[in-house]
């Protein structure tokens, strides 16, 4: 067992769809969890332990405030509630996972983390393609161990349990793989469809090689269950097979410190603040090909889980790995910005609006994309990364819209600009405007925007045309302003605007 322990955060990232809500988070999601218990089967809690409660067990825990060492609880019936007094984050468990298969999957994710941090990072892996294809994953080395696999709720099959207790293949179903030469077609980069062998206790599968140039590394399975899998599966499986073989290489290199400070590096990509063009090489990307950038806000609600993010980048460093090889994703200042290599010099506007509407059903939240435009090359990506948090800012009341181009908003945008170099620089508004209260000012915004049309602007303030005027003439006597003049009426609508 790990002696440091993931936070609550990082193991909720790993758990994925297995913990469907959080109840409670009083004190935040930094606490380190090093061991998982069941209450009620007479184990101690000790100090850093997550506590899976099964079904009748939340009344008696709850009774113990103040005296529990845990770092957090999970509530596998739904009761949730219960427990908030207990001052513990509260994970909410997905019905569908029981007590002993979600509290294995716990330990199986703090075991990996204290062995190889890559493989925490493989079960947030499995878990999110589990979430895309509908069905149930497992990823394994390349010598058929077990490395990660998703919560299995309903419909696994025998060979699934098998393989999950046993940590690996069982030689029967390899056997079979053999015969049908599924080995030598996944080295080829296929994506493999396994027929049902009821008599092997198997049921359908997808697989998928994981693979660095010619070096086999693994492979990822995804067995039907319940449910149809995803019209979409294969093209998820090819771009997790990507992502795993970066999680797996990074697991065995001796510089595991550079695996970890890469989502950092990256940031420097949108800042600038860097040799652009060697931290691009340094991240595996060309920074002579052109670039698009797409940023993506969740437009989260104060209820959404604070881990939401972290699913998200997940979920689209999938679908940017299978659409472009060296697409990057960069979390930053609560956005997720998408480096798209585009040697067409075309946005990948569709691709972003499928994308989109994918973060929209499995997260919940009203997702929204802005297309800002491609960068000739890397070290121009700061500047459209700017453009792209301005367009979202203008389209926030506007839920409706899934994806904007930076040309639908021009603008907005540059205006947005404006009023921010007025805020910074007060001496370039009109301050005559100053001294008009608030009903004077919306009277010569709304004369301003009708162009000087008294009718139009006193029907949109709901007032006769002559008190419009009225007011119009007391305006120019208090501020003396002209507003025959072109440049005098320019910076006064500014003025108003910011």
């Known amino acids: 067992m790990s002696e440091t322990g993931l936070t609550v955060k990082a193991l909720l990232k790993a758990l994925d769809k297995a913990v469907h809500g959080l109840a409670a988070a009083p004190r935040g999601l930094g606490g380190v969890v090093r061991s998982v218990v069941v209450a009620g089967d007479g184990a101690p809690v000790p100090a850093g332990a997550l506590v899976v409660v099964p079904p009748g067990e939340a009344a008696a825990l709850a009774a113990r405030p103040g005296q529990l060492a845990a770092s957090a609880v999970a509530a596998v019936d739904g009761d949730a509630d219960g427990l908030r007094g207990l001052g513990l984050p509260v994970l909410c468990v997905d019905p569908a996972v029981g007590t002993g298969e979600f509290a294995a999957l716990a330990r199986s994710v703090l075991e990996a983390a204290a062995t190889d941090t890559g493989h925490g990072d493989l079960f947030s892996l499995a878990q999110t393609v589990a979430t895309l294809t509908g069905g149930i994953v497992s990823i394994e080395d390349a010598a058929g161990q077990v490395l990660a696999y998703s919560a299995s709720g309903e419909g696994a099959d025998e060979l699934r349990r098998q393989t999950i207790l046993g940590r690996g293949c069982p030689e029967s179903f390899l056997a079979h793989l053999r015969e049908w030469g599924v080995n030598e077609r996944i080295r080829d980069g296929e994506v493999v469809e396994v027929a049902e062998r009821p008599d092997l206790g198997a049921a359908r599968r997808l697989v998928v090689g994981i693979q660095a140039g010619e070096r086999a590394l693994g492979t990822i399975w995804v067995q039907v269950g319940g449910r149809p899998l995803a019209r979409t599966s294969p093209q998820v499986l090819r771009g997790a ?6 999680h797996v290489m990074r697991a065995h290199s001796e ?25 691009a090489r340094h991240l595996g990307a060309d920074p002579t090909t052109p670039v698009a950038v797409v940023a993506l806000a969740l437009r989260e609600g ?17 679908y940017a790995a299978a659409y472009r090889r060296e697409a990057l994703v960069i979390p930053a200042c609560g956005l997720l910005y998408v480096l798209v290599p585009a040697p067409s010099g075309q946005a990948p506007t569709a691709w972003t609006r499928e994308l989109v509407s994918v973060l929209r059903e499995n997260l919940g939240t009203p997702v929204q994309a802005a297309v800002a435009g491609v960068a000739p090359r890397m070290r121009a990506v700061p500047s459209l990364k700017k453009v792209a948090s301005r367009a979202l800012e203008v389209v926030a009341d506007r839920p409706e819209r899934l994806v904007t181009a930076f040309e639908e908003v021009r603008s907005s945008v540059v205006l947005r600009e404006l009023f921010d170099a007025l805020a910074d620089r007060p001496g370039l508004r009109d301050d005559r405007l100053d001294a008009l209260d608030d009903e004077q000012r919306r009277s010569l915004s709304a004369y301003l925007d009708a162009f000087g049309d008294v009718s139009g602007a006193a029907e949109r303030l709901h007032v006769h045309p002559n008190t419009l005027r009225h007011r119009i003439r007391r305006i120019r006597e208090l501020t003396g302003l002209d507003l025959d003049d072109a440049d005098q009426r320019l910076l006064a609508t500014l003025t108003l605007r910011a």
Do not use: M
């Not at 097979?241 to 970066?246: G, S």
């Not at 209820?303 to 999938?318: G, H, K, N």
């Open 241 to 246: 097979a990507r992502l795993a073989a970066l």
């Open 302 to 318: 104060e209820v959404d889980p604070p881990w939401r993010l972290d699913q998200a980048a997940e979920i689209t460093s999938v």
């Open 255 to 279: 510089a595991r410190s550079t695996g970890r400070d890469t989502e950092g590096l990256a940031v420097g990509l949108l800042t600038g603040a860097f040799d652009t063009d060697a931290l």
